[in-house]
């Protein structure tokens, strides 16, 4: 696995990063000052989590005059979904075989 | 299939079988038949008994969390950094068993396997591939 997909899931792994990426999915574009605003942590700390998440290609800065916007990209999404297909597969496959198994149990 | 929200990430399986749940129970709880559908293992359907399921490719450590017999079944599910929980559930319909399996893998209270999915994802990623591989 490329160690994109360790900064993916450590980035996700922190719940206010997580609230952060979530508000930007919900809510479209934001600046620092607005994100932190309803963070509950300082301006410092939010930027320091944006920062993990841009590392991550969890979220995109587009600096306008002095203000930097930051949005989400939900594209940077995908490992996540492959890991839980593939668990998806793994407990399919394991149901087919307990059915077999129930089958055989009668026999 | 799939969803995310804000704790947890989780997989769930979901299907209609035709056996009644006490049968279904059997093969969810005797080391036997639990070999025969997923792996080897130690299990015993007693509350925080630690127990593994082993493999080719390594091994899952696990404890029962909850038990309720011929209802449902909860254990934690912990390989190479991976900290989840498994969870079924059966439900008794006319044609035999609603059996429903949830694994949460994220969970905003498990930071200890957070700090340790650097490493961890990276093992287990690997490992599930080969297995399924092998399971085609």
């Given at each position: 696995m490329p160690n994109a997909h360790d900064a993916l899931f450590s980035a996700l792994a922190d719940p206010t990063r997580r609230a952060i990426f979530e508000r930007l999915c919900r809510e479209g574009e934001q600046t620092v000052g607005a994100l932190q605003a309803r963070a509950g942590v300082s301006q410092p700390a939010?930027?320091?989590?944006l920062g993990i998440l841009k590392d991550a290609g969890l979220v995109r800065d587009r600096?306008?005059?002095r203000q930097t916007h930051y949005s989400a990209q939900l594209n940077a999404l995908a490992p996540l979904a492959d890991w839980t297909n593939q668990m998806t597969r793994?407990?399919?496959n394991g149901f087919d075989?307990?059915?077999d198994l129930l089958k055989r149990m009668d026999q | 299939m799939n969803k995310?929200?804000?704790?947890t990430l989780s997989v769930v399986v979901e299907r209609e079988i035709p056996h009644p749940p006490e049968k279904i129970w059997r093969a969810l709880t005797q080391p036997h038949l639990i070999e025969e559908w997923l792996m080897k293992n130690d299990f015993k359907p007693v509350v925080k008994q630690r127990f593994t399921l082993s493999g080719d490719w390594g091994s899952v450590d696990c404890q029962v969390l909850e038990?309720?017999?011929n209802?449902?079944?909860?254990y934690t599910w912990a390989a190479m950094g991976l900290e989840s929980v498994v969870t079924w559930t059966l439900t008794p319909t006319s044609a035999g068993t609603h059996l429903?399996?949830?694994h949460s893998g994220f969970h905003a209270d498990q930071q200890q396997a957070y700090k340790g999915a650097q490493y961890g994802w990276q093992k287990f990623f690997a490992s599930m591939e080969e297995v399924l591989a092998r399971m085609d």
């Amino acid at each position: 696995m490329p160690n994109a997909h360790d900064a993916l899931f450590s980035a996700l792994a922190d719940p206010t990063r997580r609230a952060i990426f979530e508000r930007l999915c919900r809510e479209g574009e934001q600046t620092v000052g607005a994100l932190q605003a309803r963070a509950g942590v300082s301006q410092p700390a939010v930027s320091k989590h944006l920062g993990i998440l841009k590392d991550a290609g969890l979220v995109r800065d587009r600096p306008e005059g002095r203000q930097t916007h930051y949005s989400a990209q939900l594209n940077a999404l995908a490992p996540l979904a492959d890991w839980t297909n593939q668990m998806t597969r793994f407990w399919q496959n394991g149901f087919d075989r307990l059915e077999d198994l129930l089958k055989r149990m009668d026999q | 299939m799939n969803k995310l929200s804000t704790e947890t990430l989780s997989v769930v399986v979901e299907r209609e079988i035709p056996h009644p749940p006490e049968k279904i129970w059997r093969a969810l709880t005797q080391p036997h038949l639990i070999e025969e559908w997923l792996m080897k293992n130690d299990f015993k359907p007693v509350v925080k008994q630690r127990f593994t399921l082993s493999g080719d490719w390594g091994s899952v450590d696990c404890q029962v969390l909850e038990i309720e017999p011929n209802k449902s079944l909860s254990y934690t599910w912990a390989a190479m950094g991976l900290e989840s929980v498994v969870t079924w559930t059966l439900t008794p319909t006319s044609a035999g068993t609603h059996l429903r399996m949830e694994h949460s893998g994220f969970h905003a209270d498990q930071q200890q396997a957070y700090k340790g999915a650097q490493y961890g994802w990276q093992k287990f990623f690997a490992s599930m591939e080969e297995v399924l591989a092998r399971m085609d």
